[in-house]
């Protein structure tokens, strides 16, 4: 007989895996007991060699991949932890799983298309919306045939009260600065399309069907855009719909008013970008007593109760009179949401870039005393005074010659209009890909949307090959308050290196984000030397720019301990979250 402890270490909760590990517990077949440490979930047993071996295929089975799973684990133990007590449970979204896909999602299977099919393992028919379960499978061929004939159409409305949208084409009307977003049909055919990597497949696949970014392949004939935002179908419906598709060989499809979950990979492992509005509240733990009761950030209030923290993250939401809200201080407020479980938190520096709030680092020193180090400068939002600027610098020369060997390119940069907010990286990289050619290399005939240039820029930069680039510079300037960057220069520096090797756009892009990277190191390690610091909270959107986050990350974590708060999220309840603990009177 021996004892063997399955664990399943996420970075969050995955109410998935309660559930699984409560019907193991409630399994006659097997003798077990369970527990959960944290995210941490674990099924143990005794047994026979045999019997094991048969427990462990069946769990293999069954736990399908979370996003947030960061290894499984299976060792030999002394003596169980666990109890025969069920797992607290909360309520699940996933509408498919690995019993009930097989059954209702493959085409040749016996209950092909019956989206209210009964799974007794995730019990997904108890939550799919009326309108959904009142569709057949000929009403999904006849929906598929309307999408044919009219190139667009929208889906039954989900349980969310959303009707996707799909289409065969861009999807318009939707807000200047999205992203296009793609549901794929056909997995097999991913390679052909995208350029993507082992862990984006498996997060496409996981449980929570989350979107992630990815540059088609360089030659593709349709797909014009940098980046894509890709997912699978999260609805039993829209699996459905997509297997019907997939055998008239169709690989993916335009896709809106999707909910799935966004994420961006920081520090080798998946992060929620923000957290998608629900009904349900969230509960999140904190060691640390806050200083407000309630506080609200966008979408998102936050509420102490005497043991935690209670989100509700809802678009309606409405401020209550007496909430904390930030105005400037998100950055302070992503500092002390990562640190919640610290009693005493000192030592430690916060990167919050974002496209939505000021893009600040702060301190907190030995003393505890929070100080703004760095802000981001706010850009010109219109290539006229972006020109107006450059030419009252001494980078007017430069400009001079790229106004010379590039006429259209500036012509493209004096009709330049950029979308507010303006302070931040996205901004920066947005003016650099006019320099770098975007406009004249897209062949797009309308102007290019903030996030088309910027992603121009990100998917440039990931298709270099190597280490070696270009060093650009992003040198400080002093204000009274704060630092902040002199951007003239960084623009100088990037035309003269497209001046010197015009055809090398991929190493410059790259360069850009390696340089910037350095140089916040550099940052940090003078901070470090007056202030000592101990760890690097990385926070905000910005970093759902994966090669920014793969460089930051790469230089930063040699020296320091890297804090990216995976239980929350980069730019969403983490700043209501936050907030509860900012030295600020209600407004
Ligand atoms: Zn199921």
Redesign the pocket.
């Known amino acids: 007989m021996k004892n063997i402890r399955f664990e399943f270490n996420c970075t969050r909760e995955v109410p998935f895996y309660a559930h699984l590990c409560n019907q193991y517990l409630q399994n006659e077949q097997y003798d077990v007991t369970i527990g959960k440490n944290d995210n941490l979930y674990y099924i143990e047993a005794k047994g026979e060699q045999s019997q094991l071996e048969a427990l462990a295929d069946a769990i293999a089975n069954d736990f399908l991949i979370s996003t947030w799973l960061v290894k499984p684990q299976i060792s030999a133990i002394e003596t169980p932890c666990g109890t025969k007590k069920l797992l607290e449970t909360t309520e699940l979204e996933?509408e498919?799983?690995?019993?009930?896909?097989p059954q209702l999602g493959d085409n040749q299977a016996a209950h092909f298309g019956e989206i209210g099919f009964n799974?007794p393992?995730?019990?997904?028919h108890t939550r799919i919306s009326a309108d959904e379960q009142a569709v057949s499978l000929a009403d999904a061929r006849a929906l598929v045939k309307k999408l044919d004939k009219l190139g667009s159409i929208e889906l039954p409305q989900g349980n969310n009260g959303f009707g996707t949208i799909i289409s065969f084409q861009p999807i318009e009307n939707q807000s200047l600065e999205a992203r296009q977003q793609l549901v794929i049909c056909n997995p097999n055919n991913l390679h052909a399309h995208f350029c993507v990597n082992d862990s984006q497949i498996l997060a496409l696949s996981s449980i929570e069907k989350p979107f992630i970014k990815a540059r088609p392949i360089s030659s593709h004939t349709r797909l014009k855009q940098p980046i894509y935002e890709l997912c699978f179908a999260k609805s039993r419906l829209l699996l459905v719909i997509c297997e019907i598709m997939r055998q008239q060989g169709i690989d993916y499809v335009y896709i809106a008013n999707s909910q799935n979950p966004k994420i961006a990979m920081v520090e080798a492992k998946w992060s929620l970008i923000d957290t998608p509005s629900s009904a349900q509240k969230l509960f999140i733990n904190a060691v640390r007593q806050p200083l407000h009761d309630d506080a609200q950030a966008g979408n998102y209030q936050a509420h102490w109760t005497e043991k935690h923290i209670e989100i509700t993250a809802d678009k309606h939401s409405v401020n209550q009179g007496n909430a904390i809200t930030p105005i400037n201080n998100a950055a302070n407020c992503a500092l002390h949401a990562a640190t919640i479980n610290d009693k005493k938190p000192k030592n430690i520096a916060a990167l919050y870039f974002s496209n939505t709030s000021k893009t600040q680092i702060v301190t907190l020193d030995g003393k505890q005393q929070l100080e703004l180090f760095f802000e981001f400068p706010s850009l010109p939002d219109n290539g006229y005074d972006i020109v107006h600027h450059l030419e009252l610098s001494p980078q007017k020369t430069l400009l001079d010659k790229f106004k010379t060997l590039y006429p259209d390119d500036y012509l493209k940069l004096l009709s330049l209009k950029l979308t507010q907010p303006t302070d931040n990286i996205e901004t920066l990289w947005a003016i650099a890909a006019i320099f770098l050619g975007a406009t004249s290399q897209t062949n797009q005939t309308r102007a290019l949307s903030k996030t088309e240039l910027c992603d121009f820029v990100v998917a440039r930069a990931m298709c270099h090959k190597g280490a070696n680039a270009p060093r650009v510079d992003f040198p400080l300037t002093r204000g009274e308050a704060f630092r902040s960057l002199n951007w003239c220069k960084t623009l100088g520096s990037i035309i003269s290196f497209r001046l010197a090797e015009e055809e090398n756009v991929d190493k410059l892009a790259f360069g850009m984000h390696d340089s910037f990277a350095d140089y916040i190191c550099n940052w940090i390690e003078h901070l470090d030397q007056n202030i000592n610091i101990k760890s690097v909270v990385i926070a905000g959107n910005s970093f759902a720019n994966e090669v920014l986050a793969q460089r930051v990350v790469l230089r930063l974590g040699k020296n320091f301990s890297l804090n990216t708060n995976p239980q929350m999220d980069l730019d969403g309840l983490n700043i209501a979250v936050g907030a509860l603990y900012l030295k600020q009177r209600r407004h």
Do not use: V
Request: one cysteine or more.
């Open positions: 996933l498919y799983c690995q019993h009930c896909q799974c393992c995730c019990m997904a």
